[in-house]
């Protein structure tokens, strides 16, 4: 299934998609990568819908990638005697750590750390920052704060804290118990929730030993001071506008989203863009004017993948949130405008010889109007770097590991094959105009550039490069 455009599209599986002709109709309107989010749902829930994932891609002979998304340690306020609450600006009320459910009066915060770590004129923002709230006084074990804005509170909203580093693990005793249960399970990608400083992506690396690649989710404003050291451990990165865009002023999203994509980018690894991107889309089956927008700009500022939400797992019209976000990135990508931004803002390269060699690729490709790239990859480096150049056309990325395959899938541009291992250049040269036809990226006549590491199966070796005409 060869798509019409570079942009991955990201799919989150819920109640409106968990059954298997469901998965099967999103992943062939486009879905690319499909995320489990454990959040949400039991492991037998995430396990019966990975093992659909897997029947459809051996049915369909096309690798798809599975994203474990980890909850994290999400800050969230108790429940009420009556499920909710109404408030007025001006109102008092009292964050305790008794666990009774609450009233106007007061409500369990099951964070004491929380507690310990705010101050007198602190604000917090609860439920998306909805409402609003400013600590008047605190004492041991609660906060008494008043009410600036918002109209009500539920159950179990979360909240945010601006401006403030809590002490508090990035990864909970939830999500060290779902990380084994997703591992085993055979996913593709680990997401680590919350992250704050480089400690955190350390930990959650030695926990996976390589089992899958670690993709950091940017929610927290102290991620962005840190945002280098993180992208230098990490796999890859996911921005997370809903709570990163509650922490920081709203103006300053669209430039924190241009300067992590490009970062991400210039780094060689796969960028998300994430949240809220065709929201409107839950309830209706059209997006806003806005929205779309928002999806094409992600596309101009050069990701590598899109991301839904509520939209796919919750939502009253799944399918048709994939087709629309589908041609909304294929419409982007085919705007001059578009390439244009591509072909200036090409990442500096090293003086290593991989680098080197990729850097000639994407040139050569260009001049001899090639159908596409084929890279040879055990680790998935090669086509990495291949990616990171954002090529006009598309990027085949052949290689004998079947979760490098489905890893890749969340690469700008890349058509990734599982493939048998060969020995020899010669033979990469056979196997890529052989897969080439086969899978729709090349015709007779046309040729392809081809760029792998010789000896093979040495990750990172990328030393050769050939043009190849398909006969």
């Avoid at 609450?102 to 507690?115: F, Q, S």
Wanted: contains cysteine.
């Amino acid at each position: 299934m060869k798509r019409n455009r570079q942009t991955k599209i990201v799919g989150t599986l819920g109640p409106a998609s968990s059954s298997k002709e469901m998965i099967r109709k999103l992943f062939e309107a486009g879905v690319d990568v499909f995320r489990l989010n454990f959040s949400h749902g039991s492991h037998e829930d995430h396990q019966e819908r990975l093992q659909y994932i897997r029947e459809i891609q051996k049915e369909s002979g096309r690798p798809i990638g599975v994203i474990a998304d980890l909850q994290g340690p999400k800050l969230r306020v108790g429940k009420f005697k009556n499920g909710k609450i109404a408030l007025e600006k001006g109102m008092k009320l009292r964050f305790d750590l008794d666990e009774k459910e609450g009233d106007e009066t007061r409500v369990n915060l099951p964070h004491p750390e929380v507690i310990s770590a705010l101050k007198v004129d602190d604000h917090i923002l609860l439920d998306d920052g909805k409402v609003r709230v400013r600590v008047i006084n605190k004492g041991k074990d609660f906060l008494d704060v008043e009410i600036e804005t918002g109209a009500k509170l539920s159950n179990n909203k979360g909240f945010n804290v601006p401006g403030v580093i809590l002490p508090i693990a990035a990864l909970t005793e939830k999500d060290k118990i779902d990380l084994e249960a997703a591992l085993e399970m055979g996913v593709d990608w680990i997401a680590q929730s919350f992250v704050q400083k480089p400690d955190d992506v350390i930990l959650a690396k030695n926990l996976i030993e390589s089992r899958a690649k670690l993709m950091i989710k940017l929610e927290k404003p102290s991620a962005l001071d840190y945002l280098h050291e993180m992208i230098a451990i990490a796999d890859g990165v996911m921005l997370a506008r809903g709570d990163l865009g509650v922490e920081i002023p709203p103006e300053k999203v669209p430039s924190v989203q241009k300067r992590v994509v490009k970062a991400v980018r210039y780094a060689g690894k796969p960028v998300v863009v994430a949240t809220q991107m065709l929201e409107s889309m839950i309830e209706n089956a059209r997006p806003t004017r806005a929205e779309a927008s928002d999806v094409a700009t992600a596309v101009y500022d050069g990701t590598d993948a899109v991301m839904l939400s509520a939209e796919t797992a919750a939502g009253e019209y799944p399918l048709e949130a994939v087709q629309i976000m589908d041609r909304i990135c294929e419409t982007t990508e085919g705007d001059p405008l578009y390439r244009r931004i591509m072909e200036a803002s090409h990442p500096e390269s090293s003086d290593a010889v991989g680098d080197a060699i990729t850097v000639a690729a994407d040139h050569v490709a260009k001049t001899v109007h090639a159908s596409c790239i084929a890279t040879f990859t055990s680790s998935g480096s090669t086509t990495l770097r291949a990616a990171r150049h954002r090529p006009a056309m598309p990027i085949l990325c052949l290689t004998t590991s079947e979760q490098v395959a489905n890893q890749m899938c969340v690469s700008y541009g890349v058509h990734s094959v599982h493939v048998e291992y060969v020995t020899n250049f010669k033979e990469a040269v056979a196997a890529a105009i052989k897969c080439a036809k086969e899978e729709d990226m090349s015709r007779v006549g046309e040729r392809l550039v081809i760029t792998a590491g010789v000896p093979f199966g040495i990750p990172g070796s990328t030393n050769n490069l050939r043009v190849a005409e398909v006969e």
